[in-house]
């Protein structure tokens, strides 16, 4: 019989149920749950779906939870399609649930993405899930790189006081006493955004192939429609500063430190990002710059909040 709390919850993350398994399993030392895992204390970040941890730890999962694909609903993965070409994204996924993963597939862009490191948390889900499930967990939604607000209730996520980049102790929130906000500028537009990002993570759970399109879309839009990368990159020059002018600074900081620090090198800007994505490379970049590049059009997109889930797909078509 397999025991149910065992089971991933809906909407946690997948180090969240591996750390409910450990609190559970009554091992006294983390360092051998560990080391028997093959897990190291530093593996276990928020927003890296593409390490070997995480197809390790969903491996583990899979004799627990045989009827859900893990990577797509408890890991951030299936946004990181944004980053990919569609077949590079699905031969990835195929690897990754057959366990063949390198380590190094995130591009090491630390110095250029704010407030993206560390577990975040809500404090009135931390309260519910307790009512609901008898435990706490960490939500994969809070931890999208540049989300400030939860998902559910639009509070203003929390960290923990003492910097949390890796979950090595395996505390759960409801072990954490002390927490402050997650660094950014709230505001009514950094509310909207993670409203919104919530909004385009289900569309990738549900038709990661939406993606592309949207893609597509949105260069069509711009008046870019080359495929060619330097090209683009000369386009993209006059756009960046109006995305910015439209956006605001206060809150490009929010994700990008480019923003914070004044820097005044077209080559780090969001769009810039974007070519440097469709640029082949061996490592992968954060979702973050599509999606941002994605909410500065969003009403052109029709991905208001208004609109269907699915409308960009009719409307792509009928371009
Ligand atoms: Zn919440």
């Known amino acids: 019989m397999i025991p149910f709390y065992f089971a991933v919850l809906p909407g946690e993350h997948i180090y969240s149920w591996f750390a409910r398994c450990f609190w559970l399993s009554g091992k006294l030392r983390r360092e051998e749950y560990l080391r028997q895992k093959k897990v190291s204390y530093t593996d276990l970040r928020p927003n890296e779906p593409l390490s070997q941890a995480m197809a390790l730890v969903c491996k583990t999962a899979v004799q627990f939870n045989p009827k859900l694909d893990l990577p797509m609903c408890a890991t951030p993965m299936p946004i990181w399609a944004l980053s ?47 009512e609901k499930f008898g435990c ?21 996520l929390v960290t923990p006081e003492k910097r949390m980049s890796s979950m090595g102790a395996l505390q759960l929130p409801h072990q954490i006493n002390r927490w402050q906000y997650a660094s950014g500028a709230d505001s009514k537009l950094s509310q909207e955004f993670s409203e919104f990002y919530s909004r385009i993570f289900d569309m990738s759970i549900e038709d990661a192939a ?53 820097k005044n090198s077209h080559n780090c800007g969001v769009l810039a990002g974007l070519t440097k994505i469709e640029a082949k490379g061996y490592r992968v970049r954060n979702p973050i710059f599509w999606v941002t590049a994605l909410f500065w059009k ?22």
């Open 84 to 130: 990919m070409e569609p077949t590079t994204f699905l031969s990835f996924l195929k690897r990754y649930r057959g366990n063949i993963v390198s380590d190094d597939l995130h591009m090491r862009e630390f110095d250029m993405l704010a407030g993206t490191q560390e577990w975040k948390a809500c404090k009135t889900c931390i309260a519910e899930d307790i």
């Open 210 to 262: 939406c993606l592309s399109d949207l893609k597509y879309k949105f260069w069509k839009l711009l008046g870019i429609e080359s495929r060619s990368v330097s090209q683009k990159q000369l386009a993209c020059v006059d756009l960046e500063t109006q995305l910015a002018d439209t956006l605001g600074i206060p809150f490009l900081a929010n994700m990008f430190t480019y923003y914070s620090e004044g």
């Open 136 to 156: 706490s967990m960490w939500h994969t939604k809070h931890q999208l790189s540049g989300c400030l607000n939860c998902y559910k209730h639009a509070a203003r």
């Open 298 to 319: 969003r009403r052109e997109l029709h991905l208001v909040k208004s609109e269907p889930a699915h409308a960009c797909a009719a409307g792509i078509h009928s371009i």
